[in-house]
């Protein structure tokens, strides 16, 4: 019997690998705005998460990988990346630094019910700024998440805008909303009783068609919100509607994670069906303490999924010429090989076969792996120092000098 690939992880490879690496690629607009990369270990302690996450949320109650080790310490791979960054930031005094701002990549590991574009190994990128409070803050790095996902040139997506004031007025709408909900608890789904006595907020993320239909006449945090935190709230909106971000305000979108205070997003893609955030942050001032021991530093970021993001990016297109090279006899091998690496220092990307074959078994191989080009070199050619070049979509062929190839690829 054939070993498989635990359910809920996936081999990368092909289109879906170059869409990855162009993902990564693209991440360097956050260089631009300042932001440096932190690489952060894929497990840690099960108390960061805990601390962090928070104890009634989905994640840490259902979904995390944890393993005691040798040692008998509670460990637990990673679940989301941005407990991981403030602890590096707490352990490391970078606090005495002033703000930060750092980006990252890499996978993340959730024990869920595998979906489209949903593992239990998934790969996130995502970006934090700790120890800035200001509402230009929150308007940048909404702009840059949107700048960031119109480069990879994925469309039709909507970005989703609400906040969730501070804890205190925070904590008079839990009081409201519950009451509101205790009235249809008998219609709730099972997590969302749970929710409803731990976190009543949270109720408002589940995803149960049926629930939802409950949601529509809640009370809104708005009613609920103090003038310091409104304030905050219409400066994000009035910045980010000058730099020309399309948004919409959500009152009812909370986030499923219980850091989260004042202003929370999301970016929703009409063409994923219901579980359609492909990016979703916010504010989160008071993890940073819960986390680094009582340093208090305000923060905001975001994390957006690799995988969903490589399904709505369009099909790669080849930016370099691919040349095969063909050859025959003993002294065409070691011409072949000389030109491969002079063309592959140049730039293009090259194969050759590594045994002796007909020509025609050389062209059909070529052909089925979308090369543009074949470099021909039988005994003929080796004789007078020069190669054939085949053009793939013409059918073309041409002879050239083994001293010019690398110089007719740049011109042709």
Request: aromatic share 12%; proline share 2%; net charge negative.
């Amino acid at each position: 019997m054939s070993i498989k690939a635990p359910r809920g992880t996936k081999d990368i490879f092909g289109e879906i690998s170059e869409k990855f690496q162009e993902i990564i690629k693209m991440s360097e607009i956050f260089k631009q705005f300042n932001f440096e990369q932190i690489i952060t270990p894929i497990f840690e302690s099960t108390d960061l998460f805990i601390r962090g996450i928070g104890e009634t949320t989905d994640i840490v109650e259902k979904e995390m990988y944890t393993f005691e080790d040798k040692g008998g310490r509670s460990i637990t791979l990673r679940p989301e990346g941005t407990a991981s960054v403030v602890r590096a930031y707490g352990e490391h005094k970078m606090y005495q630094e002033g703000s930060k701002k750092f980006f990252y990549f890499g996978p993340m590991f959730r024990y869920e019910r595998p979906q489209a574009g949903r593992y239990r190994e998934f790969y996130q990128i995502g970006a934090e700024v700790i120890g800035e409070c200001s509402y230009l803050v929150d308007a940048e790095v909404i702009f840059m998440a949107d700048k960031f996902v119109k480069k990879l040139k994925i469309n039709n997506y909507s970005i989703e805008l609400n906040t969730l004031g501070c804890k205190v007025c925070r904590a008079e709408y839990q009081v409201a909303l519950k009451a509101y909900l205790t009235q249809f608890r008998e219609h709730l789904c099972d997590d969302c009783k749970r929710r409803l006595e731990t976190n009543p907020l949270r109720v408002l993320d589940c995803k149960v068609e049926s629930c939802r239909e409950y949601f529509n006449d809640v009370p809104t945090l708005e009613q609920y919100i103090d003038d310091e935190c409104k304030v905050h709230f219409e400066g994000v909106k009035q910045i980010i509607t000058t730099l020309g971000v399309v948004f919409h305000v959500n009152s009812k979108l909370v986030r499923g994670l219980d850091y989260y205070n004042r202003t929370v997003f999301e970016f929703v893609s009409q063409d994923l069906g219901a579980q359609g955030t492909i990016l979703g942050g916010g504010r989160y001032n008071n993890l940073v303490g819960e986390i680094c021991g009582g340093i208090d530093q305000p923060a905001i970021g975001f994390a957006a999924g690799m995988e969903r993001m490589a399904m709505l990016m369009p099909k790669m297109e080849a930016k370099t010429r691919k040349i095969a090279i063909c050859w025959q006899g003993e002294m065409g091998s070691i011409c072949a090989l000389k030109a491969r690496l002079e063309l592959i220092e140049a730039g293009y990307i090259t194969e050759m076969s590594y045994e002796s074959k007909s020509f025609k078994a050389q062209f059909k191989k070529a052909n089925k792996d979308g090369v543009d080009f074949a470099v021909i070199l039988g005994e003929d050619e080796v004789l007078r120092n020069i190669a054939k070049v085949k053009n793939f979509s013409s059918q073309q062929e041409v002879e050239v000098a083994m001293s010019n190839l690398v110089e007719y690829f740049k011109e042709a």
